[in-house]
């Protein structure tokens, strides 16, 4: 196993590899120069020089990237162009409330879904299972930003439960934490109930009618213990592909939620980044992102292993 | 005579809930009891498992409903138990083991384990009571190194054991029925014996009466005390073993006796001075596992296996499962590329040719799989699949679908079956479709990787003849590979008997398979179910032997 994980995590670092390589040809490629572009429009020469020589522009290309790297091995990943800020320091602000959401956005998801897949699955072709899929249905289709202005108005505005927006670190209160995370959680999960739900309710119904799970039932245990050891575990595996790459999505691309609830996350980061141009930001939006997907599957394909002792590495 | 353990008395199960539904068991009676065997035996589609499924409370719920009728297990009614006791009387009273050990068990689940869940369910005995009387049980069904076992996840162990295990589990709470659905089908034969002998056994110790299912006439032999035909959801005889296969009284039973083909080899066709079409020198393949780091591992498929094959005739290549058989066959038509060793197709040799100039002597040499259900393209006609092959060279489409239209005559279906899709046929006429396809290129060798395995006797018969049909009219030469000697005793006129990859024993089919030289073709003949009947002929072997004196 711990074998396995080695090699695992070795082989990662190719992929990372390519992709620092990408990032970094992003800006040494594009038509012009790089100066000019980090520069922006209104440039003075002397300016464009002075980037041309901290970025080490004149030193030819690999030499370049040798260094490039070096620095990001370092933690250094350049100065923001708007800001003026480290980059490494914007997003080390901006990772706490996207991880949050994402982590709680998932969990509700998991603990609702799993069990709605699961019970659709069960009560296949009954009303339960038309009115699960039919709730899905409508996870789908009702945009994020919709759920969550109802949201808002209902519990924020009417109710007076929880403030309209804004974001609280852990480290000031759980309470306050708790009470403005509920509502940008209670959006998101919309879609990825519906996602899930899905997914446990198809992945079920495959298992349910293999043998094994007849086998059970010819045994005579109640059909709590057959759904829940029997084939919701070997119902696993697709389950926790969508909940992991949904997690991955969930971190980088959540603009519209966090711009709704007014949460300085880092898809918000990005999106300002890519419209001022913040080259330094957007190279390191796209290694944080890539990172974050390949730490993502790593744990997947981890899960898959213990999950099912058939998958051998 | 004692009470009966199970008593079916004219059950009707239909699809659906609504009456009038189409019936798919049709006033079935029959009894078993205490220590007896009752085999119930049928062709696909006879309803016999429906039957030991309606028994369990098994059915799929809605849309398979017993309608009238009763089933009692001890006295006790099941069709209208609830569901709470049809779970307690499930493994307690009664217990059931399944055709596929290699998919009945959970493969993320501990095998002891799995065991254990039925005394967990059904007893109040603490941990280390249950686990002694598992290991007891798994004792009693003869597995090796029980402690291991019971630790171990199914995919560790062989179908043999895994069968067992599933015996284990059955029997652990001494159930007063077992109901058994094919369950050595999917073994290979020496397997089987040990299974059935087993399964003999145990019902001796413990008295269980037993409901035993199989389509294989020999099991019926070796293991019944009375036997249940069954027919399209109906019963057509029931009676003792010896009466059923001595004196059956229905027409349909005595067809289905007279189909089993026979051990005893057919007639052998005279040496002829045909010339070679197929020749098989030295072949080997072996399958590397390469690991990311570290030494791969190596399997040896097939290890220099040389055969020949002459125009007109057929070659069987028997085996059990793993004996390298498919995997020689497959390296012949080159689907898979031999490690090493030559093959020579009508004298050119074409194991080391590329691809590309592979392409002409392919038509020369055309495949029939083993399963009729997936080996047929389902969105496709059967007249576009059997006329792709002579269209690839360069045959108009139109011509090509003419000679489809004679080849599905040949193989005695209609002409217009051209323009159906695969689903609209049966097994045995999808198989006949395969056959078609791989004569419409006419190849000099057919080979036919276990063709008639999936199919029910009575179509298989039909396919047998008409293979020899074929062959006597095309002079083509088969490449025959099957693990039942039944089958090769009565259509091959050499034999090539593999084990772990290697050639055991080779020879014409009437010397092979009556005086064996090697241990292990004497094993595979002697584990054959049923060795002693001579089914077609409702007498035991002996009886025939001492009347042809």
């Known amino acids: 196993m711990l074998g396995y ?57 690999v030499v370049q990237f040798i260094t490039w790297v070096g620095k990001l091995l370092h933690g250094d990943l350049g100065t923001s162009l708007i800001s003026n800020l480290p980059v490494m320091k914007m997003i080390g602000q901006r990772v706490e409330p996207s991880i949050s959401i994402a982590l709680s956005t998932i969990i509700l998801a998991v603990i609702v879904a799993v069990p709605l897949g699961v019970i659709a699955a069960w009560k296949h072709g009954t009303w339960i299972d038309r009115f699960v899929m039919g709730l899905s249905v409508l996870g789908f289709s009702v945009p994020v930003f919709v759920v969550g202005y109802v949201l808002i ?118 999106v300002d980044a890519v419209l001022a141009r913040d080259y330094p930001v957007i190279q390191a939006m796209i290694l944080l992102t890539s990172l974050i997907y390949v730490v993502v599957n790593l744990l997947i394909d981890v899960a898959y292993t213990l999950l099912d002792p058939r998958i051998r590495y | 005579m004692t009470n009966p353990i199970l008593d079916i008395n004219n059950l009707v199960v239909s699809v659906g809930k609504k009456p009038g539904g189409p019936k798919i068991i049709d006033g079935i009676s029959v009894q078993v009891h205490q220590g007896e065997t009752l085999c119930l035996v049928g062709e696909s589609g006879s309803g016999k498992s429906v039957t030991s499924l309606t028994t369990m ?182 009676g003792t073993l010896d009466s059923i296969l001595r004196n059956p009284t229905m027409e349909y039973t005595r067809n289905l006796l007279s189909a089993v083909p026979s051990l005893v080899p057919r007639a052998a066709r005279p ?117 792709e092959g002579p269209i690839n060279y360069g045959v108009s489409h139109a011509d090509a679908m003419k000679r489809a239209r004679e080849l599905l005559e040949l193989v005695g279906l209609p002409a217009d079956a051209v323009s159906r899709y695969p689903h609209q046929f049966s097994g045995g006429q999808r198989q006949r479709i395969a056959i078609a396809r791989a004569l419409a290129l006419d190849p000099d060798v057919l080979v036919a990787d276990e063709a008639v395995s999936a199919l029910d006797v009575s179509v298989q018969a039909q396919v047998l003849e008409l293979l020899h049909e074929i062959q006597k009219r095309l002079g083509i030469a088969i490449l025959f590979i099957t693990h039942d000697l039944r089958v090769a005793a009565q259509i091959c006129d050499e034999v090539v008997v593999m084990q772990h990859g290697r050639v055991v024993e080779q020879g014409p089919a009437a010397e092979v398979l009556t005086h064996p030289q090697e241990a ?6 002697e584990a054959a179910p049923g060795r002693g009947w001579d089914f077609a002929n409702f007498r035991p072997v002996s009886e025939g032997v001492a009347a042809s004196v």
Not at chain 1, 24 to 46: K, S
Not at chain 1, 180 to 203: D, G, H, K, N
Not at chain 2, 299 to 304: F, G, Q, R, S, T
Not at chain 2, 365 to 379: A, E, H, K
């Open chain 2, 57 to 238: 409370g098994l059915l799929p719920k809605g849309t398979l409903v017993p309608t009238s009728g009763s089933v009692k297990l001890v006295g006790e009614e099941i069709l209208t138990a609830t569901d709470r006791r049809l779970r307690q009387l499930r493994a307690t009273q009664m217990a059931m083991i399944f055709q596929e050990p290699m998919t009945a068990l959970n493969p993320v689940v501990h095998v002891g384990r799995q065991i254990d869940e039925v005394l967990r369910a059904h007893t109040d005995l603490d941990a280390r009571t249950r686990k002694k009387r598992i290991l007891d049980m798994m004792e009693q069904v003869r597995l090796p190194q029980v402690e291991r076992i019971f630790a171990s996840y199914p995919h560790r162990l062989s179908g043999g054991q895994r069968q067992r295990i599933m015996i284990a589990m059955a029997l652990v709470l001494e159930p007063k029925l077992l109901i058994a659905d094919e369950p050595t089908t999917a073994l290979d034969v020496t397997t089987q014996k040990q299974i059935l002998t087993l399964i003999r056994d145990l019902q001796r110790d413990h008295g269980t009466a037993v409901l035993f299912i199989t389509h294989d006439m020999g099991v019926v032999a070796e293991i019944a005390d009375r036997v249940a035909v069954m027919r399209q959801g109906r019963l057509v005889e029931t």
């Open chain 1, 153 to 270: 108005e209902v519990f924020a505005i009417d109710l007076r439960w929880v403030p309209v927006q804004g974001f609280k670190s852990i480290s000031t209160g759980f309470g306050a934490f708790f009470e403005r995370i509920i509502l940008p959680t209670c959006a998101l999960s919309f879609i990825y109930i519906a996602l899930i739900a899905r997914m446990t309710r198809a992945a079920m119904l495959d298992v349910l009618g293999e043998d094994y799970v007849r086998t059970a039932r010819a045994k005579g245990i109640n059909e709590v213990a057959v759904m829940m050891r029997h084939a919701l575990r070997n119902a696993a595996v697709p389950v926790i592909t969508v909940i992991g790459t949904g997690f991955a999505l969930l971190i980088s691309g959540v603009v519209v939620t966090e711009s709704v609830f007014n949460i300085p996350g880092i898809g918000r980061l990005t």
């Open chain 2, 520 to 525: 292990y073709t004497r094993a595979l003949l």
């Open chain 1, 5 to 61: 994980l080695i090699r695992r995590v070795l082989a990662a670092v190719p992929v990372m590899g390519v992709v620092a390589l990408f990032v970094f040809l992003l800006l040494r490629l594009t038509p012009g120069d790089p100066a000019a572009i980090l520069a922006g429009d209104n440039a003075t020469p002397e300016r464009l020089e002075r980037i041309r020589a901290s970025l080490g522009l004149n030193e030819p290309l």
């Open chain 2, 271 to 387: 040496e002829t001075k045909e010339p070679v079409v197929l020749e098989a020198n030295e072949l080997s393949k072996v399958y590397k596992e390469r690991a990311f780091f570290g030494k791969g591992r190596e399997v040896v498929a097939a290890d220099k296996v040389t055969l020949t094959l002459r125009k007109g005739r057929t070659l069987g290549i028997v085996g059990e499962s793993g004996s390298g058989k498919s995997t020689v066959a497959r390296c012949i038509v080159r689907l898979i590329d031999p490690t090493s060793g030559g093959v020579r197709l009508a004298g050119r040799e074409i194991s080391d040719i590329s691809r590309r100039l592979l392409q002409p002597h392919r038509q020369k040499i055309q495949i029939v799989f083993q399963d009729p259900y997936r080996s047929l393209n389902p969105r496709v006609t059967v007249g576009e699949s059997i006329a």
